[in-house]
């Protein structure tokens, strides 16, 4: 009886191990397009326009993600200061020792192939009304207006050779909320001087209006925990330990 207890402490031990092992997972912050220019005015709207999720793929690489709420919603480009999606990045030693160009945006970024009528127009000075200046605008092809719009999604990776986060090394959320409260250090993004992160030229498709809307505030997603390698064999242990039990107790049953 006491090599069985103690056989299932010891299988007990390892499962326990196994659910308190580490597990890796990308950092993803998620941003929503709630805010529409109204009039010249920003407004707060009761149903986000859309979203914009971000996953820190590696550390010099990260994917952005948006997807509009509604079905028949497009990115457009209606001229003047309207684009179909702006962001801002802020390099370390941008004001020192700027980036190689060859190493720096627009060569960073790239636009997801299946959706072609995307492409990077570079880094610059790119304003949308009323929501300010950035320096980053992803582009299209395809001509003004709703009759060049393009549904979503709108996916696009950002490498930086350098090392690159959304928010920075060190940045910090609020642990019952999860919303961004401050920037850390090295190559990110950032929000703009009017605070905003992220701006888009929309056909929205539940009003058949075409306005910019745009991103104030950016939180982080708890993920599903992809277990270790090391955690996979915590996993076999634990398993074959129960399972060794369970013979040693049938055993023991059949003896009896």
Known sequence: ??????GAAAAALCVSGLMAAPAAHAAVYVSQLEYKDNNGVSSLSATPFGTVTITELTPDSLKVEVDLTNAASEFVNTGGPHNPFV???????QVTTPHAAATDDPNAITTDPSNPKFFDDGRGSFTNSVFGTFTNEIALNSGNGQAGGQQDPLIFT?????????????ATVDP???????LGT????????LGNW??????????GQTYNVAARDAFTEIQ????????WGLMILGFGGVGAVLRRRR?????A
């Open 1 to 6: 009886m006491k090599k069985f207890l103690f």
């Open 251 to 255: 055993a023991a049953v059949a003896l």
């Open 176 to 182: 019952s909320t999860g919303k961004l409260l401050t």
């Open 87 to 93: 962001f801002s990045t802020l390099y370390a030693d």
């Open 198 to 207: 992220f701006s888009a030229d929309i056909y929205d498709g539940a009003t």
């Open 158 to 170: 950002v490498f930086d050779p350098h090392g690159i986060t959304f928010a920075g090394i060190g």
């Open 186 to 193: 090295g190559d990110h993004f950032t929000s703009n001087a």
């Open 224 to 231: 599903n925990a992809v277990p270790e390698p090391a955690t």
